[in-house]
């Protein structure tokens, strides 16, 4: 569905360079806005339920025994 919107001359004009000839100003704007990360992905992702790295974790795991030994 269509929707009428307003926007200053020189946000229409920064979004027609944008677009381009093939683009349509919708896409332009999808892909300024980006895609948006819901909280409960935000915070799956913070307390490691989201896509993990187990070879960084390896290489952490590595590191900070390193540091507690010099360290600690």
Same mark, same amino acid.
């Given at each position: 569905?269509?929707?009428?919107?307003?926007?200053?001359?020189?946000?229409?004009?920064?979004?027609? *360079?944008? !677009? @381009?000839?093939? +683009?349509?100003?919708?896409?332009?704007?999808?892909?300024?806005?980006? =895609? #948006?990360?819901?909280?409960?992905?935000?915070?799956?992702?913070? *307390?490691? !339920? @989201?896509?993990? +790295?187990?070879?960084?974790?390896?290489?952490?795991?590595?590191?900070? =025994? #390193?540091?507690?030994?010099?360290?600690?």
């Amino acid at each position: 569905m269509a929707r009428l919107i307003s926007v200053a001359d020189d946000v229409y004009e920064e979004l027609t *360079a944008r !677009k @381009g000839k093939e +683009d349509s100003f919708s896409m332009v704007i999808r892909n300024a806005l980006g =895609k #948006k990360e819901s909280n409960r992905d935000a915070i799956l992702a913070f *307390a490691g !339920k @989201g896509g993990v +790295d187990e070879k960084k974790i390896k290489e952490l795991g590595k590191e900070w =025994k #390193k540091w507690t030994k010099k360290y600690a």
